[in-house]
């Protein structure tokens, strides 16, 4: 059974960092592509950032403007996503979702998991 732990979130001001970190279980997350997608109250899930099977390559929303990093641990099978010069437009609840590949719809990764609340206030 595949379980995807996320962690990290918190609440915090802007201009903060935070890094979150998605822990698998049953899955190897060198195996396969893995996300980190975010949703905020009304709004559409949306893709935040993709590393791919060999973890060489990685994909981020244009929003994201270089202040974020995807990266992976595969000796701790862990995903994780520095964010720095956090706004409050990045308030959100944020998913971990792992698939064999990068799928094109953020609706249809195979894993998800329960997802960790950002908060960013002024």
């Known amino acids: 059974q595949v379980q995807l732990v996320e962690s990290g979130g918190g609440s915090v001001q802007a201009g903060q960092s935070l890094r979150l970190s998605c822990a698998a279980s049953g899955y190897t997350v060198s195996n396969g592509c893995m996300a980190w997608l975010r949703q905020a109250p009304g709004t559409e899930r949306e893709t935040v950032a993709t590393i791919d099977k060999t973890g060489r390559v990685a994909t981020y929303a244009r929003f994201v403007s270089g202040r974020f990093t995807i990266s992976r641990d595969n000796a701790e099978n862990t995903l994780y996503l520095q964010m720095n010069s956090l706004t409050p437009e990045d308030t959100a609840m944020y998913y971990c979702?792992?698939?064999?590949?990068?799928?094109?719809?953020?609706?249809?990764?195979?894993?998800w998991g329960q997802g960790t609340q950002v908060t960013v206030s002024e």
């Open positions: 979702a792992a698939d064999r590949l990068c799928p094109n719809d953020p609706r249809t990764w195979s894993y």
